[in-house]
């Protein structure tokens, strides 16, 4: 426990390293971009939510998707190439593979409660109370944390002997967040491209957080409770692959 919180404040270092804020920067990002989601595009551009009667509903919409999805997709991207970045540590310290995607995922975990802290500031700033579903929320991040270390595991153990991943993993992030609705709402998707939107597994995270504090709709529980199992099933797929890779993984390195 004691390396892994070591290895978290190195990743926090590493980021923040020759600025003059320093780890300030991990509160003023969260702030700026919740401020534009929320002046920029509600106030100044006037969108606005069908149904939600508050300015600010469409910034508040976008900043309730984007916190958590920066958080997964980050997880997931980063966590694809950390093998390869670290192998100067991996070469030299007898150090548990699987530890180094779980740094990932806690440092992103910390800089998604800052940016969940400041939305709820702002909520409670405008007014807004979340809905009961509310208590879903910390269950929601923690089944979509072990979705994306279970999945940036399988690709960073492929990535040491496939090296086109890491770009892979971009292109499909990038499709991924436009398949999710994030920056517009499901309602005005046709029925067809619903009804495969609703088998996308960040959407059953995502719209937690929506539903949760924005758009005050019943969530839809049993997509949810079979992510939450798939989650685990990947879980553990992917230490069953590092396991049988393990050793070639350390060798390639």
């Known amino acids: 426990m004691k390396f892994l919180i070591e290895l978290v404040k190195r990743d926090f270092k590493e980021r923040y390293v020759g600025s003059v804020l320093g780890i300030w920067w991990s509160f003023l990002w969260p702030a700026i971009n919740i401020f534009i989601y929320t002046v920029i595009f509600s106030k100044v551009m006037g969108a606005k939510i069908k ?18 999805w920066n958080a997964f997709s980050n997880t997931v991207v980063r966590s694809s190439n950390v093998f390869i970045e670290m192998r100067h ?30 939305l709820l500031c702002v909520l409670f700033i405008l007014g807004i109370e979340p809905s009961s579903s509310v208590v879903i929320v910390p269950v929601a ?5 072990v979705f994306a270390y279970s999945l940036g595991l399988i690709l960073a153990t ?19 967040f436009w398949f999710t609705p994030i920056v517009y709402v499901e309602s005005i998707l046709p029925e067809k491209v619903k009804e495969i939107v609703n088998l996308n597994p960040a959407y059953a995270f995502i719209q937690v957080y929506q539903k949760s504090f924005v758009v005050r709709e019943q969530l839809n529980f049993e997509t949810f409770i079979f992510v939450s199992v798939f989650s685990l099933f990947l879980l553990g797929l992917a230490i069953f692959i590092f396991k049988k890779l393990e050793k070639d993984v350390r060798d390639f390195l």
């Open 51 to 68: 149904g939600i009667p508050t300015t600010y509903s469409y910034g508040l919409y976008l900043a309730s998707g984007l916190i958590p």
């Open 89 to 118: 540590i991996i070469t030299k310290v007898p150090i548990s593979l699987p530890l180094l995607p779980l740094t990932v995922a806690i440092f992103e975990s910390i800089t998604f409660v800052i940016g969940m802290g400041i």
């Open 141 to 145: 991040y923690v089944v979509q944390q």
């Open 158 to 176: 492929l990535n040491v002997f496939i090296r086109d991943i890491r770009e892979i993993v971009n292109v499909i992030m990038q499709i991924w």
